[in-house]
């Protein structure tokens, strides 16, 4: 069974653009979400997307988006990047958001802004 | 305040010895699960043992184990017979909501950096 896949793994933008990454859950998964990991503020959640609705989201700001699709693939996109968003992006996935649902993570995607 | 608590930043132990990796957590939820994941350094978050708030007995994983001291507000992660590719970054996780919720966030504690020598 195939595991959480996120594309592109890494990514090197300039201050200004825009990224979009992405995200395939596990075959049968329905619950996607983001987190962002930097060196000084450790992991912290982005957003989960639940059935193509986002249900959750943590405190970032508006630059940062998301979506998921109807067969649960999901992508992130942050626009007008700035310095502090280098970061090693993951995604994970589980079948529902349930307590007891095991959330498995993909690689990551690693952006540097320049 | 903090949700997850992870006091030690780094841990060494040596090959084949046990090693206890702490952790606490912070929550007025009557219902929760907590989690362990570990991240080599190649990046990837991989889930290792989890436990829930209604479990009557600590969960074991091969050679994980997880030591859930619910009046302490404690799960720590216990590794045996350690061995060289356990070097890596370890996180110890939460979520909240009663069964049933559809929230499926997780906390995150800060980690802690295991060495395992030879």
């Known amino acids: 069974k195939a595991g959480v896949t996120q594309t592109p793994r890494y990514l090197i933008k300039t201050r200004g653009q825009q990224v979009t990454l992405s995200c395939s859950p596990i075959?049968?998964?329905?619950?996607v979400s983001w987190y962002q990991q930097t060196p000084g503020q450790g992991l912290q959640f982005l957003f989960e997307?639940?059935?193509?609705?986002?249900?959750n989201k943590g405190n970032f700001p508006g630059r940062f988006s998301g979506r998921q699709f109807s067969n649960s693939r999901s992508e992130m996109n942050v626009s007008t990047l700035e310095l502090g968003d280098s970061a090693l992006y993951l995604c994970?996935?589980?079948?529902?958001?349930?307590?007891?649902?095991?959330?498995?993570f993909g690689a990551g995607t690693r952006l540097s802004v320049l | 305040a903090q949700k997850i608590t992870q006091t030690q930043p780094g841990m060494f132990v040596q090959e084949k010895e046990a090693v206890t990796l702490d952790c606490t957590y912070d929550?007025?939820?009557?219902?929760?699960?907590l989690f362990w994941y570990k991240q080599p350094s190649s990046g990837e978050m991989i889930f290792l043992i989890y436990?829930?708030?209604?479990?009557?007995q600590n969960a074991t994983e091969g050679r994980y184990s997880l030591n859930f001291q619910k009046a302490r507000k404690s799960a720590n992660l216990v590794i045996s017979a350690s061995q060289l590719g356990d070097s890596a970054m370890y996180f110890c996780?939460?979520?909240?909501?009663?069964?049933?919720?559809?929230?499926?966030?997780?906390?995150f504690g800060r980690g802690t950096q295991l060495t395992v020598w030879p």
């Open positions: 994970a996935s589980s079948r529902e958001g349930r307590i007891a649902n095991i959330q498995y």
């Open positions: 075959s049968g998964h329905r619950s």
């Open positions: 997307y639940f059935s193509e609705t986002q249900r």
């Open positions: 929550t007025s939820d009557p219902s929760y699960g």
């Open positions: 436990q829930g708030s209604y479990d009557q």
């Open positions: 996780a939460m979520r909240e909501g009663r069964e049933g919720s559809t929230l499926g966030r997780l906390y």
